[in-house]
């Protein structure tokens, strides 16, 4: 199956900073890849998503931008805010036959940003 | 969270005991997934559902089983409890879409402890 590796697992930023998280998958034939922010003691979210067939995609101070040919993707938060700390998970999905509506979750980042 | 509701949201049992996590959604999503949550391993999937009566094993299903016997409610049996059980424990839905995978909403996730 796919193995998704992400990139760093703390990351500390002051306020008004810019963090990037970053994501790598295996499987070339993935084309679907969510971001999720998990609050403590909630759910995870779903932040922002990409498809293969487009490079960056953005919403308001968040971004996510897809390299296919280097099997990577990032996610891009600017004037970062106190209310922006959260653990974020990268996940991707092969997206037809047996595994179709699976996701493959990175270990996730643990995102402190300090007043 | 997405019409989920997850029951009960805590709970401590004792090792050998039968638990039975609920998962309630109001979506009409085909498919259901239960997570487990640990530190420093992220999501990780146990089993999944995609469609009343059909399910399927996901990466960490040994000492679990589910059943679906209606479209909005699925259920995860720990038949005999083990410590390493102990968890926080979420469900997901989706809806995948002319073949594609689309986005998984999760419910608030049932903490249980395993002593």
């Known amino acids: 199956g796919e193995n998704v590796e992400q990139h760093p697992s703390t990351l500390s930023v002051q306020e008004g900073d810019s963090a990037v998280i970053k994501c790598t998958y295996s499987d070339s034939a993935s084309n679907y890849f969510p971001w999720y922010k998990q609050e403590l003691g909630k759910g995870p979210q779903l932040i922002i998503d990409?498809?293969?067939?487009?490079g960056e995609k953005k919403d308001q101070r968040i971004a996510v931008t897809l390299n296919k040919t280097a099997k990577h993707f990032s996610l891009h938060i600017t004037e970062t805010q106190p209310e922006d700390s959260a653990v974020y998970f990268c996940?991707?999905?092969?997206?037809?036959?047996?595994?179709?509506?699976?996701?493959?979750f990175g270990r996730g980042t643990q995102l402190t940003v300090w007043p | 969270d997405a019409g989920i509701t997850q029951s009960p949201r805590h709970k401590v049992t004792e090792t050998g005991t039968p638990v039975t996590l609920r998962c309630h959604q109001t979506?009409?999503?085909?498919?259901m997934y239960w997570y487990r949550q640990d530190p420093g391993h992220g999501l990780r999937l146990i089993h999944y559902s995609y469609g009343v009566k059909d399910t399927d094993k996901g990466e960490v299903s040994d000492g679990y089983s589910v059943s679906r016997s209606k479209t909005e409610d699925f259920l995860l049996t720990l038949e005999s409890a083990t410590s390493s059980q102990t968890s926080v424990y979420f469900c997901a839905i989706s809806e995948p879409n002319r073949g594609r995978s689309e986005t998984q909403y999760f419910g608030p996730g049932t903490r249980l402890l395993v002593l």
């Open positions: 996940a991707a999905s092969i997206g037809r036959g047996s595994t179709l509506g699976r996701l493959y």
């Open positions: 979506e009409n999503h085909r498919y």
């Open positions: 990409i498809r293969s067939n487009v």
